[in-house]
């Protein structure tokens, strides 16, 4: 199999190459940019050792991307995703993975299987890709699988990566055509230019691309570029991160000589190499475009802006136009000063910096700002001995200032006055106002909401509500919950025995919830009690008799809740057993079971026919035998009966036996 030949190939493979692919293109890092519309060649794949793929649906079969390229492309119009490789032999063997990588650093791929969204790996040599042949996004290892993927869909703005897989260890090329999908992966934009800024020498221009361009196209001589007013010549021109990749948007201009301070025009024309600068769909930008650029008098920068404060801030960032140096920033703050409504300590101030250089300046504060006011940020010489410099060293001057202003921090805190009442509690929900709060919104619970200052909740549900307020004054914004307990949920309720014995104590539980003030209890047969569990007896009836027990809970509210439950108290409670039953359908001795079991417990009661069958068995006393075997009535004569149980009160095991006679 090849999973075998593809093991020893990558055993042979890492053990043969010194390193892994450092070749432009043979890493994510310095993918090929892709334009949708080209054929890419590769005339010969050079040799390399592989990284192993993190890729779930292979997993077993341990893919790496042996001897790669690696193209970028990014989707502009959302559809599906077609390509084909043809090898320059089509007896090689070619595998591919695509991968989402929007918003992640390239090299995840090697770290984050969920990144993958179509791959093949297929055993077999010949033409491969995606199309619309394919059935399966993802094919994995093993001869006879199709060469040919399906198509994975493409969203519109995300950024993807193509690695093709040489698997056969040779160095034949192979053709790369993107074809079959309903995808754009080919920028419509036209190139063009974005912005020009000289340096502090004013001898050099730095050019911003609208795309990123072929660093190839770039002529090295500057010839793509002419200035006008023709003050100085371009001499040479340098596209950046072009060490790495194939493409930039940013172009270093060397000029002949020192710009005057003035206005210029940057123009793009036909370079050297024939071509102006082109676009990696071959697009070159237009001929004569231009590009204003304003050479100012040497100065210093000035203070540009505060980033607008948020609630109770504890530091301010300072914007500059031009990047400041971070070695003229004094670390212990001493070159800014607050003041204002109230005392404000500058505590430390740093930059966000890159190659020395920052373009803002954070000022910590001692405390955080929490009281409204108006202040002002100034400039002043440091224990530095400077103020702050410009990347051309030129001084902002002391006394340089900046005005903001800062709001009062708001609170949320509420308080929640509780109006109970026995069907519906009333919540008045009250919040203070004060420090610019304009905005309420409460959460009252049982999708109760409102938005004014205070607030108002009727509630039939007597619990605890988890109510939410937020607040806000345009500026500062806070939130507060409490759990609002209504404490006259109440409750009624009792338990006690079904079936009671005559002339026997018998206790009621009380099991009622709530806040109870007082209980009233009426038996049924007249009396009636006033205790919370009281022990009450019933009279001998002449005949098993039924009681219906009502109670009622009044709590200090004076709130009431109602209930009953009914109780059957029998003439007796000896246990004992009919010696007959006359199962006729009358309604009279129609069943046969064990007389007054109030106090058996484990019972067991069984009736057995004259050949020892066992025709009726039960476990609960009130349900006797009908009578009847397998829904058929049974012919009269005498029957066997057992009876087993343990009595209540003394604990004691009872077992009895006995005939009765069946008659029909």
Known sequence: MRLFHLFLFLVAGFSAF????????????????????????????????????????????????????????????????????????????YDWEVYDITGKNPNNVYTDGRLLISCNWSGESGLTGASSAGNNLFLCEGPGIPLFSKMPSLIQGHNYLLMVSHFTNSQSGYDLEFKGGSAVITDPAPPGLRKADANCGADKIRVSLSKKMRCSSVAADGSDFQLAPASASVIGAVAFNCGSGFDSDSIELTLSGKLPPGNYTVIT??????????????????????????ILPKTFTPLDSIVPVKCSPNELRLVFKKPMLCATIAADGTDFM????????????????????????????????????????????????????????????AGSALFFSVKDTVNADFIPVIRYGCQEDTVDY????????????????????????????????????????????GFCIDTSTQRVLLENYLEAGFTVEEDLCPLEPVTFVNNSKGKIAAHKWLFGDGDSAFTASPIYSFDRPASPKSYKVVYTATDIW???????????????????????????????????????????????????????????????????????YKDLIQPGGIYVWTLRYTHGDTGKQVQRKGTVVLTN
Request: glycine share 8%; aromatic share 8%.
């Open 338 to 397: 607050v003041n204002g409504n109230y005392p404000v300590s500058v505590v430390s101030a740093a930059g966000t910096c890159n190659n020395g250089l920052s373009s803002q300046i954070i000022i910590k504060l001692d405390k955080p700002m929490q009281q409204a006011g108006t202040f002002v940020l100034e400039l002043k010489s440091g224990t530095d001995g400077n103020t702050i410099k410009d990347e051309c060293n030129e001084e902002t001057p």
């Open 18 to 93: 010194s390193q892994n692919c450092p070749n432009p293109g043979q890493n994510p890092l310095t993918a090929f940019p892709v334009c949708g519309t080209s054929v890419f060649t590769q005339n010969s794949v050079p040799t390399c050792s592989g990284t192993l793929l993190p890729s779930p649906p292979c997993r077993k079969d341990d893919v790496a991307d042996v001897n790669p390229y690696w193209y970028k492309f990014t989707c502009f119009t959302a559809g599906t995703l077609g390509f084909l490789i043809t090898p320059k032999d089509l007896n090689d063997d």
């Open 558 to 628: 004076g709130c009431t809740q109602t209930t009953s439950k009914g109780v059957k108290v029998y003439p007796s409670c000896i246990i004992d057993v009919p010696n007959g039953f006359t199962p006729n359908g009358d309604n009279i001795n129609d069943i046969f079971y064990p007389l007054n079991a109030v106090k058996a417990r484990q019972l067991e009661f069984k009736v057995y026919n004259r050949w020892g069958v066992l025709i009726f068995s039960t476990d609960n006393w009130k349900r006797g035998w009908d009578g009847r």
């Open 430 to 473: 009250i919040h203070p106002g004060g420090n610019g709060v304009n905005n309420w919104q409460w959460d009252l619970a049982e999708n109760l909401k409102a938005n004014t200052q205070n607030a108002i909740a009727r509630y039939k549900v007597f619990n605890t509500k988890n109510v939410q307020l937020i607040v806000d004054n």
């Open 269 to 294: 024309t036909k370079g050297s190499d024939g071509n102006t600068i082109i676009d990696n769909c071959n697009v070159g930008i237009a001929e004569n475009t231009a590009l204003s650029l304003v």
